[in-house]
């Protein structure tokens, strides 16, 4: 098992920058596939982004395309989500999540553990 705790939301000006941080709990970190997922108000879950377990493979949503970035530090058990030139769309509460299962790196099913979440609020 794995505990996930996110960090680094906040409000922010359309334009403007923040890094999300997720904290795994646990000895198998790099067991795990790790994505950031996103969810808006009144809206279904998306995904945002997945990176396998040693980092070389990354995936991404469309919308998030060359503004995010995933990396992850094994080392630390960390996991983090660079968001650059935010818009007013990107605003949602932004959950990690974890997943043994690397069939489908953007196949939400697929992710077994989740944390809390953490609120990003863009302005324009």
């Known amino acids: 098992q794995v505990q996930l705790v996110e960090s680094g939301g906040g409000a922010v000006q359309a334009g403007g920058s923040l890094r999300l941080s997720c904290a795994a709990s646990g000895r198998t970190f790099t067991r795990y596939l790790m994505a950031w997922i996103r969810q808006a108000p009144g809206k279904e879950r998306e995904f945002v982004a997945a990176?396998?377990?040693?980092?070389?493979?990354?995936r991404y949503a469309d919308s998030v395309k060359g503004r995010f970035t995933i990396s992850r530090d094994n080392a630390r058990n960390m996991v983090r989500l660079q968001m650059n030139s935010l818009k007013p769309e990107d605003t949602a509460v932004y959950y990690c999540?974890?997943?043994?299962?690397?069939?489908?790196?953007?196949?939400?099913?697929?992710?077994?553990?989740w944390g809390q979440g953490t609120q990003v609020t863009v302005s324009s």
């Open positions: 990176i396998d377990w040693n980092g070389y493979s990354t």
């Open positions: 999540a974890a997943s043994t299962n690397v069939a489908n790196m953007a196949d939400m099913t697929l992710y077994d553990y």
